[in-house]
């Protein structure tokens, strides 16, 4: 039997400000299999950020999607870092991790889906390499349906009672379960 997976959720959040280029070099120096992160749309711009707000992760205050790519990008995540763009992480990752990117915001199924289709294109990953998890079951389904290729996963907060019937829906690779 194989053993564990090391997933770095957010990169080494536990000691680097998360879902930042620092928390995904730590988490790989320190031997991480796969990173997981975020993903939101900002002005059609995939970000690596969890909140729907930005006061918990920078030093910005507001809404996300009241916020520009500049805005964005000139904030500071913690450390001096700035929020990453989704292909600065896949790049980092490139032959050195897997990458299980979880769809947080409204739309990210289809942006998710033409990015990644552009990227595997360049052969700059392989589907093999790339998991795509989130609560948003709507947009799951939206990426499924154009990139059936790449493992996914639907998020819930419990197990719910038919969940043998989502594992099908989604041709699942995995579920993952918060609590």
């Known amino acids: ?49 969890h909140d729907d707000e930005l006061e918990r992760t920078t030093n910005g205050k507001g809404l996300l999607a009241d916020t520009s790519l500049s805005e964005l990008r000139h904030l500071d995540a913690g450390k001096g870092e700035k929020v990453p763009l989704l292909h600065e992480v896949l790049t980092l990752a490139r032959g050195r ?21 552009e990227f595997f294109e360049q052969q700059q990953l392989q589907p093999k390499d790339v998991l795509v998890s989130s609560f948003r079951l709507e947009e799951l389904d939206k990426f499924q349906q154009l990139m059936p290729q790449v493992r996914r996963a639907p998020i819930y907060e419990y197990l719910p009672k038919d969940f043998k019937t989502e594992l099908q829906r989604f041709d699942c690779w995995s579920v993952h379960i918060q609590k």
């Open 97 to 117: 991790a897997q990458v299980n990117i979880e769809l947080k915001g409204a739309g990210t199924g289809v942006a998710t889906a033409g990015f990644l289709k």
């Open 1 to 49: 039997m194989p053993g564990p997976i090391i997933i770095a959720h957010r990169g080494a959040s536990g000691t680097t400000p998360e879902n930042t280029m620092l928390a995904f070099r730590t988490a790989l120096e320190a031997g991480a299999e796969w990173l997981e992160l975020d993903t939101q749309l900002v002005e059609d711009e995939l970000v690596v950020f």
